[in-house]
């Protein structure tokens, strides 16, 4: 537990609120025995897209690009995770490549990835086209970056020794310019998705930062001199569980194929959506509802400090408690700095039951953020 620093301004917040919205107000129920959905095992382009769309709301604003995650500690709550959270259910994450490791580790049978900003879909469209296009890891980081394939990069290649190799690379244009085009046909062409005005350009945008940067690009690319304050592409693959495990998604070619396969079977849908929104989050909760399922997981990164800040953390606990959970439904959080229990690292990685957080809420017992990370182990 992480104990709540004195002197934090309190955030006064109503437990009845819950109630206003029409939150389900008894305790959570006992766990099915198979949380299984009710799928085929794929979407189709037009039901995937379908979703995409009506999920989503108006693009928001955030102060950064995001376009890598910046937690190095994202992989250590895994081991504890598979102890808690069965496969075949529903995974609600924030953000972008850091998903990718917690689905393949839980093993949901459907990913929602809701993220205020409209640049987070269109990174995630972009991983999607090339996650499908590559036939393995070697190929998926040539296109990724737009540099040519290293000689000897086998099945068996490490993930220290791809990053490596990578590494010592540069960018071709000639390759960018293919590989962009190449990646716009994907998704307009072969799948024919009916993207918005500006999500070609978006992917592009995104693109065009991996290409510049390669393995060394970080969470905040265009942030003026914080570039150093963050870890690069290369450093977080190379990452472990803590426990010497890698369980990154090109940590091995089992890895990326897993991931590969919920790209390919239309599994992994990103959306624009608000935590504290009126649609986004209800709208994940009621298609698991109404398929039999519930939400396993639910990665927030430090997106609810933002949330307390604004003063619509309680809309967001409203619209958790709209999602079917059961006793062992878990938040994924983030914390940065001031609650670091690696000094060597600037976050920190917690889990959270929902259903208790939800409960204590109710009961006046979570008013401010750090109680919320009080609440954490």
């Given at each position: 537990m992480i104990r709540r620093r004195a002197g934090r301004p309190a955030i006064l917040l109503a437990g009845a609120i819950l109630s206003a919205f029409g939150v389900i107000s008894h305790a959570p129920r006992a766990a099915p025995s198979a949380p299984q959905l009710q799928l085929s095992g794929a979407l189709s382009d037009a039901e995937f897209w379908r979703l995409v769309d009506t999920f989503s709301e108006p693009n928001g604003y955030f102060n950064s690009d995001n376009l890598l995650s910046n937690e190095t500690t994202f992989q250590n709550v895994i081991p504890a995770l598979k102890q808690t959270v069965r496969p075949g259910g529903v995974y609600v994450g924030v953000g972008p490549e850091q998903n990718f490791t917690y689905i393949i580790a839980l093993e949901p049978a459907i990913a929602f990835i809701p993220d205020i900003r409209r640049g987070n879909l269109q990174e995630h469209l972009m991983y999607k086209a090339l996650f499908e296009m590559a036939s393995d890891r070697a190929e998926f980081l040539s296109l990724l970056f737009s540099r040519k394939r290293p000689a000897g990069l086998g099945a068996d290649a490490s993930i220290e020794q791809l990053m490596a190799a990578y590494s010592g690379t540069s960018g071709s244009p000639e390759s960018f310019r293919k590989n962009l085009s190449a990646l716009k046909d994907w998704l307009s062409q072969?799948?024919?998705?009916?993207?918005?005005?500006?999500?070609?350009?978006?992917?592009?945008?995104?693109?065009?930062?991996?290409?510049?940067?390669?393995?060394?690009?970080?969470?905040?690319?265009?942030?003026?001199?914080?570039?150093?304050?963050?870890?690069?592409?290369?450093?977080?693959?190379?990452?472990?569980?803590?426990?010497?495990?890698?369980?990154?998604?090109?940590?091995?070619?089992?890895?990326?194929?897993?991931i590969k396969r919920y790209e390919e079977r239309n599994l992994l849908v990103p959306i624009v959506g608000d935590f504290a929104g009126p649609k986004a989050l209800r709208a994940v909760g009621q298609y698991a509802r109404d398929r039999g399922a519930v939400v396993t997981t639910f990665y927030t990164s430090n997106v609810e400090n933002y949330l307390f800040q604004s003063g619509s953390w309680e809309r967001?606990?409203?619209?958790?408690?709209?999602?079917?959970?059961?006793?062992?439904?878990?938040?994924?959080?983030?914390?940065?700095?001031?609650?670091?229990?690696?000094?060597?690292?600037?976050?920190?990685?917690?889990?959270?039951?929902?259903?208790?957080?939800?409960?204590d809420f109710r009961q006046g017992r979570v008013r401010t953020y750090w109680d919320v990370l009080g609440h954490s182990r």
């Open positions: 072969h799948h024919t998705f009916h993207l918005e005005d500006g999500d070609l350009a978006g992917v592009e945008y995104v693109y065009s930062n991996f290409y510049a940067a390669g393995p060394s690009l970080s969470y905040n690319a265009n942030g003026p001199g914080r570039r150093n304050r963050y870890p690069t592409y290369a450093e977080l693959q190379v990452e472990t569980d803590g426990r010497g495990q890698h369980r990154g998604y090109l940590a091995s070619e089992q890895q990326f194929r897993a967001f606990a409203a619209n958790v408690a709209t999602m079917p959970v059961d006793a062992t439904s878990t938040f994924i959080r983030a914390c940065f700095d001031n609650c670091t229990r690696d000094p060597s690292s600037r976050s920190t990685t917690l889990l959270d039951s929902i259903p208790a957080l939800l409960k």
